[in-house]
């Protein structure tokens, strides 16, 4: 009763709100086909990635996806046709594009939200924290997704599945990742490459370790030159003093690595004279869902070439 009383406050506070059930209402469309025969008992109860503990009384129906990582999870396990709310990042899979938008990443609509009717709300962590909480007190159950490495995308998928009443087919998921991945580390070289990735120009940021992306460079055999934690500025004279055998730059809706080679004391990079310089899909490096596999190929395609 709490939920519906939140849902009437809110849709009764916002005009605009009523505008936004009807594309919901039409957003289902054709989802990834499906395995997985186990289905879950509800309710279920879960430890999410904040260290909450969730309860889901019954099989959601209308899910809202407040990051495009866990919109590809719950494409992935087959179950599309159930979300009715994403945020305007989301570009993957290609039928998001009809389904209702709830405001975007950083800042989500609550009155979207709420118009959208939804049972369960997948958010993530960071700065999602405070709509998380937002949404609890009003009543919604918002499940924290946050991995920050491989294995806990895996752990997340699973933890998606057994939430959505997906089990089985998260562990097919799972299954085929793990399987993916021992393919393509089969083929490489025994000793890492050293590498440096870009996620942004002007100034220029890179990704060091206890970082997913840094997680992704290690499973693809590679060697971040950056020790430094997390996400972190980089001056020009620590990249040439660091001078990695690979340039790795990520190209997306907010970094677009253009002529990276005729930048202003780039020429002296053992990278640039070697035209080992590299743009990666930001999509499958950055968000952390099924596809950071493919990432993990591109990455090991450019420190490893000849392996492939």
């Given at each position: ?110 009155e ?22 937002k949404?609890e ?19 997340a ?29 089969s ?48 001056s ?73």
């Amino acid at each position: 009763m709490k939920a519906r009383r939140w849902y009437r406050a809110i849709l009764a506070a916002a005009v605009a709100a009523a505008l936004v059930v009807a594309p919901a209402g039409c957003a289902k469309k054709k989802a990834a086909d499906g395995g997985g025969k186990q289905q879950a008992a509800f309710p279920v109860t879960i430890t999410d990635d904040a260290g909450r503990t969730v309860t889901i009384e019954k099989k959601p129906e209308r899910i809202v996806s407040l990051a495009p990582a866990n919109t590809e999870i719950v494409y992935a396990l087959g179950a599309l046709d159930r979300v009715v709310g994403v945020t305007t990042f989301d570009d993957y899979p290609p039928e998001v594009a009809s389904i209702a938008r709830v405001g975007d990443f950083m800042t989500p609509n609550m009155e979207a939200i709420a118009a959208a009717r939804p049972d369960l709300v997948l958010a993530t962590g960071g700065v999602q924290a405070e709509t998380i909480a937002k949404l609890e007190d009003a009543g919604a159950v918002v499940l924290a997704v946050d991995p920050q490495s491989l294995a806990e995308v895996y752990a997340a998928i699973e933890m998606v599945g057994k939430a959505i009443g997906e089990p089985g087919k998260a562990a097919e998921v799972v299954q085929g990742m793990k399987d993916e991945l021992e393919t393509i580390q089969s083929v490489l070289d025994a000793a890492p490459v050293r590498c440096f990735i870009e996620i942004a120009q002007e100034p220029l940021y890179t990704a060091g370790s206890g970082t997913f992306i840094n997680d992704l460079i290690d499973q693809a055999g590679g060697e971040n030159v950056v020790t430094q934690q997390g996400y972190v500025a980089y001056s020009l004279e620590q990249l040439l003093k660091d001078d990695p055998e690979v340039y790795l730059a990520t190209k997306g809706s907010m970094s677009d690595p253009a002529g990276i080679e005729k930048r202003p004391g780039y020429s002296a990079l053992s990278a640039v004279k070697a035209k080992r310089v590299f743009v990666l899909d930001d999509n499958l490096v950055s968000r952390p869902g099924p596809r950071c596999i493919q990432g993990i190929r591109q990455i090991a395609e450019a420190l490893h070439p000849d392996a492939f």
